[in-house]
């Protein structure tokens, strides 16, 4: 509770979460809020200006804009939530086995993440676009396959630091089991950091998405997606530029707002912020700083 009241302060941050949500909302009920179908093909209207019928116009088919916005949400944002969902899901699991437990566990899978971080991130998500073949579905499959291993690491780091606390030995001591030492000591006080870090990274992955499927190398026509509607209006740029600007700009709103509300969870999952004004607890006082882990 006290982390959204500091979020709230945050005005841009707030802004951020609302429109995030928005977006979500839009794309979760696309056929209620898109006023069209947005793979309707009508000749007559090709490249049609805005009106009260297409607010945005129509594109090199006479499709609806806005509607093709709408839907584009779904494999630009929501598909990428999941995969982000499921990359940060496995990178925690491996990421607290090996900070907590350490040794001989805790070598073999930082050695397997190195191993999978050793390589750039674009060119393997290539190479695994160019072995499953071109698709949402296989970039997806190689979002999570590269990214599980960041998380891993950064998490690892946290939970390392964390693990040496006094009221985790004595816990350990009292003989509580590692399981609810995990989840009701480790979790809880991990949790701002994989916060940030995965609404940082949600940033980057919607950008590789559309930028893969500028290329071609996405979701296949005729479904929508917005690195696919620049791709579709390139070979018009400078006779209907507005072709480019919906979903140039829906991209950069986009990416904006999931950046700004990392920053506000930052402060707003600040301790020290968020016992501002009050005598600070003892594991607060001990609580390390994990700052570098972030970057």
């Not at 590789?208 to 690195?227: D, M, N, R, T, V």
Request: aromatic share 10%; glycine share 8%.
């Amino acid at each position: 509770m006290r982390a959204l009241k500091n979020l709230s302060r945050d005005k841009l941050a707030s802004l951020s979460l609302l429109l995030i949500a928005a977006i979500v909302i839009l794309g979760l009920f696309a056929p209620i809020f898109a006023p069209h179908d947005p793979n309707h093909v009508d000749m007559k209207l090709r490249y049609a200006g805005s009106s009260w019928a297409y607010w945005f116009g129509n594109d090199h088919l006479g499709r609806c804009i806005l509607s093709r916005l709408i839907y584009g949400i779904r494999p630009s944002i929501l598909w990428v939530l999941a995969a982000l969902l499921a990359s940060v899901g496995v990178g925690a699991a491996v990421g607290f086995v090996a900070g907590y437990f350490r040794g001989k566990t805790d070598a073999i899978l930082m050695r397997i993440c190195d191993i999978m971080l050793s390589f750039p991130g674009y060119v393997m998500t290539l190479a695994v676009v160019g072995i499953l073949g071109a698709g949402l579905e296989n970039i997806l499959i190689a979002f999570v396959a590269m990214k599980w291993a960041w998380f891993a690491r950064v998490i690892r780091t946290s939970v390392q630091q964390y693990a040496e606390m006094d009221y985790v030995k004595f816990s350990k001591a009292a003989g509580i089991s590692n399981r609810r030492i995990i989840m009701k000591h480790i979790v809880p006080v991990t949790f701002s950091d994989m916060a940030v870090i995965a609404s940082g990274s949600m940033c980057s992955m919607i950008l590789q998405i559309s930028g893969l499927s500028f290329l071609g190398l996405g979701i296949k026509a005729p479904h929508a997606e917005w690195g696919m509607m620049l791709n579709e209006a390139r070979e018009v740029m400078f006779s209907h530029p507005e072709l480019m600007l919906a979903p140039g700009l829906a991209i950069v709103i986009a990416v904006s707002a999931f950046n700004f509300l990392a920053d506000g969870l930052q402060v707003a999952l600040d301790p020290k912020r968020m016992n501002s004004g009050k005598q600070p607890r003892i594991a607060e006082v001990e609580k390390p700083n994990v700052e570098y882990a972030r970057g």
